[in-house]
C-alpha cells in the first residue's frame, strides 16, 4: 500500500525536474464545496452556485479570466491547492492562524457571525452573554460541522458542553429536529436558513450573536479566498480585486441575495 | 414522500442521480477489471512463483485487507495529488491531470482493494484444479500454453466466480467512498442534491434504490457468467 505511492512520488519528483511549472494563463480554477447552502451548492446541472460563486465569476471578471469551479468535499480542499490542483478556494473558508500556516489566504472579504439555533421555548433563546448560554447548555449536546471554525470555539470556550460533530449541516439539523441536539452552533446564515425551512413553531435563534471579532484566534478572521502560498503576484491581484469589489458594492449586493443581510468587510480595505 | 421525490426530480436531479450511477458503474468495472488482474497475477505469483515474490504478494493482501477502505482512499487521495500535479506538469498535461484525475484515483484505489480480495480468491481456484488433470494433459503432450488455456483458465474462472461475486458487490459499495475526491457518483449525486434541494430523505431514498438496481442487475451477469463457465462440469 504505501510502497507504491512512494515509487510513484520518487518517479513523478524526478520527471518533474525535467519539466517546468508552466501556471495556467488565464484560467483561474477554483476549489468549492458544493454542498453548503447558499454559500456554495450545485444545481442538477452541475453548475455551481451561491455567494462563493457569485464572489468567484466577479472575482475572474476584475482579473480578466475565465473561471472554473472544481467541486470537491471541504476536507480536501486545502490539500488539493498545495498541489495545485486549483488555483484559488472560495468556499467559505474563514481565515484562521491553523489554516494560514498551509495556505495563504487573501483579505477576509466578508466577516461573518455564529448564533445558536435552540428550541424556542428556551430561557437562553434570550441569553445576554455568551457565558450565559455556555452555563445554561452545561452537560448538554450542541451540534456543529465538523473541519468547522465553531467546535474549535465551542471546545475552548465551553469546555462544558458536549459538541457533537456532523459532516454535513443537513444531518446536524435533522437532528436537531427530531431531538437529538439541544442546540445547534453554527454561522448565522445558514441558521436562518434552517429556521425559514422548518418554520419557527419549535425553534429559534439564540438573541445573542458570537462575532467573529470576539474570538478571532479561533473563530477567524473572516471569510477569505485560498490561495497558494507560493503565488505571492496572484494574492495582490486578488486582494486588489476584493477591495474594488467591496467598494462598488458587488459584494454587498451578492451577500444580500443570498443572505438577506450584508456580510461586506468594508474595514479591512481601508487600513 | 412521493411528492417530495417528485419535485427532487422535476429539479433535474433524477438525471444527475443518472449520471452519476454512470460513472459508479465506470469507476467498479473498471476497479474490478484491474483488481481481477492484480488478483490473477497474485494468485500466479502465490502459486508458482519465487518464495520472495509471494512473500510480497503476501504483504500487499495483508495490509490492503487490514486497513479500512476509506483509508486506503483517502492515502491515495493525499498521497498521489501532489505526485500527480508534479507529473502533470511535466509533461505539460494539467487540463487532462485535472478532468482525470479524480477517476483514477477512484479505479486504482477500487482496484487495490479488489485486488487484495481476488489473489487469494483465485488463489483458491487455482488450488482447486485437481492436479491429476494437469498430469493427465501432460501425459498426453499437452504444451504448457495448451495446458493453461484450455485445462486451467476455463476451470479457475469457473471456482472463482462466487468469491469474485462477493468482491465486485464489495467493490461497487465501495465506490461510495470515493466522493470525497471530487467525483460524482451515485454517493456525491445524492450528497449534493440534498444540500441543494434540503430534502436528503428522499435524495439518499433514490440513491439507494439505484444501489439496489445496479447490485440485482450485476447479479444477473454473474448467473450467466456461472453458466457460461459452468458448461461441461458436471456435478456442479
Redesign the interface.
Known amino acids: 500500500m504505501i510502497t507504491p505511492i512512494i515509487k510513484k512520488a520518487a518517479l513523478c519528483a524526478g520527471l518533474a525536474l525535467l519539466g517546468l511549472n508552466i501556471a495556467s494563463a488565464d484560467t483561474l480554477k477554483i476549489g468549492t464545496e458544493g454542498g453548503y447552502p447558499p454559500w456554495s451548492m450545485v444545481d442538477a446541472a452541475g453548475k455551481v452556485s451561491g455567494f462563493d460563486a457569485d464572489v468567484g465569476n466577479a472575482l475572474c471578471k476584475e482579473l480578466n479570466a475565465d473561471c472554473r469551479f472544481v467541486v470537491q468535499a471541504f476536507d480536501s480542499l486545502i490539500p488539493s491547492l498545495d498541489a495545485n490542483r486549483f488555483d484559488l478556494i472560495i468556499s467559505g473558508m474563514s481565515v484562521t492562524p491553523e489554516r494560514s500556516k498551509r495556505i495563504s489566504f487573501s483579505i477576509p472579504y466578508a466577516v461573518e457571525d455564529a448564533i445558536f439555533v435552540l428550541p424556542k421555548d428556551s430561557a437562553l433563546v434570550s441569553a445576554a452573554s455568551a457565558d450565559a448560554i455556555f452555563q445554561g447548555l452545561a452537560g448538554k449536546t450542541v451540534g456543529v460541522q465538523g473541519g468547522t471554525t465553531h467546535g474549535d470555539y465551542l471546545r475552548k470556550s465551553a469546555p462544558g458542553l458536549k459538541v457533537k460533530n456532523y459532516d454535513t449541516l443537513d444531518q446536524m439539523q435533522i437532528d436537531l429536529d427530531a431531538g437529538r441536539l439541544d442546540a445547534t452552533f453554527a454561522d448565522l446564515t445558514s441558521q436562518s436558513k434552517f429556521l425559514k425551512k422548518v418554520g419557527d413553531k419549535h425553534f429559534a435563534l439564540s438573541k445573542l450573536v458570537i462575532k467573529g471579532s470576539s474570538a478571532p484566534e479561533v473563530l477567524g478572521y473572516g471569510i477569505g479566498v485560498g490561495i497558494n502560498k507560493e503565488k505571492t503576484e496572484l494574492k495582490q491581484k486578488v486582494d486588489a480585486a476584493l477591495c474594488k469589489l467591496i467598494d462598488d458594492g458587488t459584494i454587498k449586493a451578492s451577500s444580500e441575495k443570498w443572505f438577506d443581510i450584508d456580510i461586506s468587510n468594508y474595514e479591512v480595505c481601508k487600513k | 414522500m412521493l411528492e417530495t421525490i417528485q419535485s427532487v426530480l422535476r429539479?433535474?436531479?433524477g438525471?444527475?442521480l443518472l449520471r452519476g450511477t454512470a460513472m459508479t458503474l465506470l469507476i467498479s468495472i473498471l476497479g474490478m477489471a484491474l483488481g481481477v488482474a492484480i488478483g490473477i497475477a497474485g494468485a500466479s505469483v502465490k502459486t508458482a512463483g519465487a518464495r520472495w515474490s509471494s512473500l510480497l504478494v503476501s504483504c500487499?493482501t495483508t495490509?490492503?485487507r487490514s486497513?479500512p477502505e476509506l483509508l486506503?482512499i483517502y492515502?491515495?487521495?493525499?498521497?498521489?495529488?501532489?505526485?500527480?500535479?508534479?507529473?502533470a506538469?511535466?509533461?505539460?498535461w494539467?487540463?487532462a491531470m485535472?478532468n482525470w484525475?479524480p477517476a483514477l484515483v477512484g479505479i486504482l484505489a477500487i482496484g487495490?482493494i479488489a485486488g487484495s480480495y481476488s489473489v487469494e480468491v483465485f488463489r483458491g481456484a487455482l488450488k482447486a484444479i485437481p492436479p491429476g488433470q494437469i498430469e493427465a494433459a501432460k501425459a498426453i503432450g499437452m504444451a504448457p500454453w495448451q495446458r493453461l488455456l484450455r485445462i486451467v483458465i476455463p476451470q479457475m474462472f469457473w471456482y472463482a466466480l462466487p468469491g469474485a461475486n462477493n468482491v465486485w458487490q464489495t467493490a461497487l459499495k465501495d465506490t461510495a467512498l470515493i466522493?470525497?475526491?471530487?467525483l460524482?457518483e451515485i454517493m456525491r449525486a445524492a450528497?449534493?442534491?440534498?444540500?441543494?434541494t434540503?430534502e436528503?430523505l428522499a435524495l439518499y431514498l433514490m440513491a439507494g434504490a439505484l444501489y439496489f438496481v445496479v447490485g440485482v442487475g450485476s447479479q444477473g451477469v454473474f448467473v450467466l457468467a456461472e453458466r457460461h463457465f459452468g458448461r461441461g462440469m458436471k456435478g456442479h
Open positions: 429539479e433535474g436531479w438525471w444527475t500487499y495490509v490492503v486497513i486506503i492515502l491515495l487521495f493525499f498521497g498521489s495529488v501532489q505526485a500527480a500535479a508534479d507529473l506538469d511535466a509533461l505539460d494539467q487540463e485535472t484525475f487495490l466522493s470525497l475526491v471530487g460524482v450528497v449534493l442534491g440534498a444540500a441543494a434540503r436528503p
